[in-house]
């Protein structure tokens, strides 16, 4: 609320309010002016009662609540009775796929026609007014700082605050700890990250007690390699308990067919670390579908132009080098998962991910060949 | 223009596609007895050219020989070898338009206007088939489509095709100008055809990868959620762009209104 | 007109001593009801975010009612055709039947969620007018960083709202943020595991951002709301220059009934939007969606529009990687999503104190300036505008280079130099078109308005006669002074040349009786 003071007001001007001849009017004023008010300029929108003008505007208000009405009525009837449940595939000629928009047009409706009939009532049929209010900007009178001042000298000289700085010092030294275990609680958030972001579910000491683990569809089918044709891919998850779930979420990976001219250039960027262990089987390469910007999956395989393209923020990878980033904010490849085929003719992975895939973190352990390109 | 067009592309098909699913026993059973024999006849004395390939041929010197070269071979720089493509590669590129390409670019735009009527595709694909054999459409694919499941072709949709053709099938952007197209009005056969044959720079999902039913699946789920269904949210869907066009639409619809209702509200009367 | 109070000993008087005796509320309440406010259509902007975020409270509870923030496998057995028997949390599943199976609960999601929309949309542009204007200034900074934490508190709100439903949307914009807390140096993995209670996307996130989401956020924004409400009620409002008025009054009309009267009539009116928007306009339709796998993305993946223009900076932030093998990375993320918007909440708060510093003006401002008087503000502020807008549209690059066909690689680049480039021929372009204006307003003062009367003299010179706004003096200068409101620019402004046709739908033929003083305030505002 505003500072005022009724007292600041010289006395003079005010009116003697048990005058009983003072008008409504005069008495209204007087309010005013106590609040530092002045009227400009007030005058009735229709200064003749009851002429035609004014009669049209009240119907006009009138009808647009009544109309209101009727829409909210619109509302509640179709909310109750308008068949609304979805049953299968529906054209516009099916009434319930206009469940929402009827109660979207009625209540939407209704709710405006109010609004309109308020706003025409305010604009069309109050006094047109303009009032003139002191603002009394700025901090208080000399006097209440004077006042304030003292007092909290006073505050200040019974606690003894300046005399007794042992206590001051007490004080904020107990305080301290205390607040510590306000906030200590939300330790209870606090987890060890381990090695959740380097170690993924193709480490087949963790999960497979030591076997090499297999590349699994979503829908739990064993990956053999006549399963993706030349210039297709597959999503392929490693075949443990849960595998293909959000429990491991750095484990998809894109399972590529290449083309063997596209597979030749691609054996021959290789990066050393990925020479070492064999990582390609045949025309075959399985890279990391997290993209290594911000971990959306990067799965827009384009077999023409041998590129993946991650759709949340566009980096694009070379499929034919490593996958490495080549436009867009990316700065780091796909990391390959070593795999072979084994003796049954399914895939296997032959170790986890040599570096991790995923986004970068500070303490990330990076590769000297992820800074050939 | 072009969108209404392509509704009523869209509506001509799938009124077609229905009207060929509920006359199966008629016109399937018609269409059977005239074409399959041919059909079965040029496989089993492969090598000999039937009447349809003749006439593809026909066509094919004509219009696609600058780009694929004799006998389909393909043109080093222009276009590459169609031997071994199949038919459904060939109707897939003909019917949508794609092909002849008017211009080489980043890729092939479909258009709603084909260069040859769908005869005169098949008549190609029996030529490109003649060529080297390749992937062709089951010819019970309606039947297929109509018995699958479409919670599992969602579930295969969105591992194998959102990535680039989105959740709701507006299609989306590729790298340098590329483009994944949207698959609102897309026939049955195109679907299959291009999971198929894998044209442009779609990758390609043979059977062994997606078995015929599993298409068939992945084909209904499309046609409930991009043809069939209509969106129950409202009026307008805002093209299923998601948050880029619902942004838009707050400022230009909400926002713009509200502001028209402050300069009413404040203006003098 | 009549005033029920006092005289007439009515229910309603009586009704008002029993309240009165036990309240006393006679005084303040004649303070409230007489209080004098500016009357401007810009001071209605911020109305639009307060009643959106009324309607926000109301459709989010009827949504709490049905939402079941759990992360559970369920398979999915309700209404919808293509999602049935597939596996999800509880959380989508009842996102789901919310959608489908809940009496108008489509309805509500949809306004729930448009409400948000317009909730931030209101509130930038109710930001703008207040920066522009120069309404921060002292003694209302407080109330500025007050507006700049609503923003921000109201960013992560919605996000969290928008990441509850844990379709494959809002998965992938948790996993963006999981990437953006991973690239923090030193404490990133940890933030991570704490956000997520080890791995992402885990089991515990969605109850987490949920008790946030319905009860830690809203009560800080109802408490925010409500200290900024109240301080401008405190303060007063600030008003325009014009005739008479000055830095120590407010002019405009009472609180009661007209100013309360046009805010329930507004208030109606942005719920009547929102309701209509809702039911015509489809939004975020989760069932397209699935369930969020954490190897399942969608082309055109986009974060609500607000927080796009973080994301379009993501994306045009350029592959720049610092690495010291094998110890530390500095991911390339860190400084567009953590750095950059570090800087967005930090500078906007320190904005006020740092234009008192370099203008040296402590004084109080109760009196708005218009854009155009304060070049190197308004200039400044459309830098900020067109860079956000550049951050916007990268955002949804992709969508535009898909519908423009637009190469996808040329949408980064022309962002990147663009988001350099245009902000400063921004500035430059907006200060001269600010200098031009005042000097415009200068001249006009000086030598009057263009006619458009054109006149030949008898040397053969033509000449546009100039209607001056008060006596001329010899030389036909007038020495009016500049008092930071509109000059009027055409003679139907000062009273002459009467439009030719009144009314909107059909014409008015009678004159009214009201317009002739306002026409006189307009002419003698030059004077003032």
Sequence with gaps: MSAHNDGDRAEPESVDLSDPKLSRFEVYKEGLRRDDIEIIHYEPRFPKPGTKAEKRMERIVGGFFLLSGLFATAFVVAYIWWPWEYDGPATWRDPETWYTPVLGATLGLSLLLFAVGVLTWAKKLLPIEELVQDRHDGGSSPDDRRIAEATVDGLVEDMGLKRRPFLVKAALLGAAPLGLAAVAPLGALLKDPGDMLTVTGWNAERYNDGKPIRLMLKDGAMVRPDMVSVGGQITAFPAIDHGATNQFPTSPILLIHLRDEDAQILHGNLYPMYQDVDALWGNFVAYSKICTHVGCPTSLYEQQSQRLLCPCHQSQFNVVDNAAPVFGPATRHLPILPMTVDDEGFFIATSDFLVPPGPAFWNRPSLPEEDEK | MAASAKRRRGWRKRLGALARFTGALVIVGGLYSVFSPGLYAQESEAGAIDADAVKGQELYDTSCITCHGDNGEGVEGRGPSLIGVGSAAVEFQVNTGRMPMAAQGAQAPDSDYPVFTEEEAEWLGAYIEYLGGGDVVPDDLDALVAAGTVGEGGELYRVNCSSCHGFSGGGGALSSGAHAPSLSGVTNEELYQAMLTGPQNMPVFADNQLTPEQKADLIAYVQFIVNDDRDPGGVFNLGRFGPSTEGLAIFLVGMTALLLTTLWIAGKS | ?528
């Design chain 3, 1 to 528: 007109m009549k005033r029920r109070k006092g005289t007439s000993d009515s229910l309603l008087t009586k009704a008002g001593g029993e309240l009165d005796d036990r309240f006393k509320l006679a005084g303040p309440a004649r303070v409230l009801l007489n209080k004098v406010f500016p009357d401007h259509w810009s001071f209605l902007l911020g109305e639009i975010a307060l009643f959106s975020f009324i309607l926000l409270l109301l459709s989010g509870t009827f949504l709490a009612l049905f939402f079941e923030p759990s992360m559970v496998e369920v398979t999915y057995h309700g209404a919808y055709v293509p999602l049935q028997g597939v596996e999800m949390s509880k959380a989508y599943e009842s996102s789901l039947d919310l959608s489908f199976e809940v009496r108008g609960g489509l309805f509500m999601r949809q306004m729930h969620h448009w409400a948000t929309l317009l909730f931030m949309a209101a509130i930038l542009v109710h930001m703008l007018r207040i920066f522009f204007t120069g309404a921060f200034r002292a003694p209302r900074e407080t109330n500025w960083m007050i507006g700049i934490l609503l923003f921000w508190v109201g960013f992560f709100e919605g996000f969290f709202g928008y990441s509850l439903p844990d379709d494959g949307l809002s998965g992938t914009g948790l996993r963006i943020m999981e990437g953006m807390t991973e690239s923090v140096p030193f404490i990133g993995p940890w933030a991570s595991a704490a956000l997520f209670r080890g791995q992402f996307p885990g089991t515990d996130v969605i109850s987490m951002i949920y008790i946030i989401h319905v009860f830690i956020f809203p009560l800080i924004l109802l408490a925010l709301i409500t200290v900024h409400v109240g301080l401008v009620f405190a303060q007063k409002h600030t008003q325009w220059p014009g005739p008479g008025r000055t830095e120590h009054n407010v002019v405009g009309f009472r609180m009661f009934p007209n100013y309360v009267m046009k805010q329930v009539g507004f208030m109606l009116f942005i719920w009547g939007v929102i309701g209509a928007m809702a039911g015509l306009f489809q939004i975020n339709p989760i069932w397209l969606f699935g369930p969020y796998e954490v190897s399942v993305v969608s082309s055109a993946s986009q974060p609500d529009f607000y927080v796009m223009y973080l994301d379009g900076l993501i994306r045009l932030f350029p592959a720049w990687e610092f690495r010291a093998p094998p110890y530390f990375t500095l991911p390339a993320v860190f400084w567009p999503a953590i750095a950059g918007m570090g800087l967005s909440v930090v500078l906007p708060l320190l904005y006020p104190a740092l234009e008192r510093r370099f203008t040296k003006d402590r004084g109080h401002h109760n009196l708005l300036e218009r854009p155009r008087d304060n070049a190197a503000r308004t200039s400044l502020g459309m830098m900020v505008v067109v860079f956000w807008i550049i951050g916007v549209i990268s955002g949804g690059n992709d969508v535009f280079a898909e519908k423009f066909h637009i190469s996808l690689n040329a949408m980064p680049w022309a962002g990147r130099i663009g988001i350099v480039v245009l902000p400063i021929i921004t500035y430059y372009v907006t200060y001269r078109i600010c200098l031009g204006l005042q000097q415009h307003d200068r001249e006009v003062l000086a030598h009057g308005l263009e006619t458009g009367i054109l006149m030949r003299d008898p040397n053969g010179r033509f000449y546009e006669v100039h209607q001056p706004l008060a006596e001329p003096d010899e030389h036909g200068h007038t020495e009016l002074e500049y008092n930071g409101w509109v000059v009027p620019k055409k003679m139907n402004r000062v009273g002459a040349l009467e439009p030719a046709d009144k009314g909107f739908f059909k014409s008015i033929e009678e004159p009214s009786d009201n317009g002739g003083a306002e026409r006189r305030d307009e002419i003698e505002s030059g004077k003032h």
